[in-house]
């Protein structure tokens, strides 16, 4: 992996605890419209005058729970995203999570898609599997070497009967 790749995994991974962040607002915009409905479904906060708001109370309660929920995993996503960012672990959840984020325009989609770009680079994706199955690169001097992932190959079934 080169230094560049570095640098970039390490900006990506400060930049989605930033976007963790800024999602907080969503959870707690939807704490507030989940307050509205038991509002309403208590009658504290009635429509108009001799209506009756116990009903109509129940749509806003579940929208801001719902809400809520997918704010509370837009953040957990992407405080995880950016731990796995740095420790090179969790490919798929970065990669899902960046186009996750490819929805929230337009910062939200600027990181979704220069993180997608990031991680689709061989040598950014060789980073994330496991030692054992990245071998390195004899001649490399640490300081710009490649990685090179070799395909395995797949067991010969049946296996060859021996010569007589």
């Known amino acids: 992996m080169t ?5 970039h995994l390490h900006a990506l991974s400060c930049l989605h605890y930033v976007a963790a962040g800024f999602a907080t607002w969503i959870p707690l915009l939807g704490a507030v419209y989940t307050a509205v409905g038991v509002a309403l479904l ?6 108009a005058p001799g209506t009756s708001s116990r009903g109509f109370g129940w749509m806003p309660f579940a929208m ?13 996503t992407n405080l995880l995203t950016g731990r796995s960012l740095r420790t090179r672990k969790r490919y798929t959840l970065c990669l899902l999570t960046s186009a996750m984020n ?7 989609t600027l990181l979704g898609a220069f993180t997608l770009i990031v991680l689709c680079r061989p040598s950014v994706r060789a980073a994330f599997k496991p030692p054992s199955e990245r071998p390195v690169n004899p001649d490399a001097t640490g300081l710009g070497g490649t990685l090179e992932v070799k395909p395995a190959t797949p067991p010969r079934f049946p296996p060859p009967l021996p010569h007589r």
């Open 42 to 47: 208590l009658g504290k906060l009635p429509l």
């Open 3 to 7: 230094h560049n790749d570095e640098k």
């Open 64 to 76: 801001g729970v719902f809400v809520i929920l997918i704010g509370v995993a837009t953040v957990g």
């Open 102 to 108: 490819c929805m929230h325009v337009p910062l939200g």
